[in-house]
């Protein structure tokens, strides 16, 4: 065993040993390039964050705008197959024309009610004479 020596100085470290490293050593370099780490770090989930949200964001674009698309093909295709309705102009036209024909059959029926009374011959017929209505009312009295 070696005696230690007296002396108040450390030893100097021998040939394969290395002296500790310390921050503070380094200096602020090496404070700074920790932090470019760090906030490398976090850009990079933050950014990868920001690429995945946009991606769910196209997609949904995409999905409703297929989805619209879709819809509208649907739509018109339908609408092709069903028939147009009626102008207003049409159904009056068609109202006007029922009416017409409702008018010459009445005027139809006049007419074979008075040869029916007059007869072939020209004879007036005797009407039967009807009773008049009465009139009913539902007024609490």
């Given at each position: 065993?070696?005696?230690?020596?007296?002396?108040?100085?450390?030893?100097?470290?021998?040939?394969?040993?290395?002296?500790?490293?310390?921050?503070?050593?380094?200096?602020?370099?090496?404070?700074?390039?920790?932090?470019q780490s760090?906030?490398?770090?976090?850009?990079?989930?933050?950014?990868?964050?920001?690429?995945?949200n946009k991606?769910?964001?196209?997609?949904?674009?995409?999905?409703?705008?297929?989805?619209?698309?879709?819809?509208?093909?649907?739509?018109?295709?339908?609408?092709?197959?069903?028939?147009?309705?009626?102008?207003?102009?049409?159904?009056?036209?068609?109202?006007?024309?029922?009416?017409?024909?409702?008018?010459?059959?009445?005027?139809?029926?006049?007419?074979?009610?008075?040869?029916?009374?007059?007869?072939?011959?020209?004879?007036?017929?005797?009407k039967e004479?009807?009773?008049?209505?009465?009139?009913?009312?539902?007024?609490?009295?």
């Amino acid at each position: 065993m070696a005696v230690a020596s007296s002396s108040k100085h450390a030893p100097a470290p021998g040939p394969g040993k290395r002296r500790k490293t310390f921050p503070e050593d380094s200096g602020v370099s090496h404070l700074l390039a920790l932090s470019q780490s760090i906030t490398e770090a976090k850009d990079s989930q933050l950014q990868q964050r920001v690429d995945s949200n946009k991606a769910k964001v196209q997609a949904q674009a995409a999905r409703k705008q297929q989805q619209a698309e879709s819809k509208k093909a649907k739509s018109t295709a339908a609408e092709a197959t069903k028939p147009k309705g009626k102008t207003k102009a049409e159904i009056k036209a068609e109202l006007k024309k029922a009416l017409r024909e409702k008018a010459r059959l009445r005027k139809g029926r006049r007419k074979d009610a008075r040869k029916e009374e007059t007869g072939e011959k020209g004879e007036v017929k005797v009407k039967e004479v009807k009773k008049p209505r009465k009139s009913v009312s539902f007024a609490l009295a």
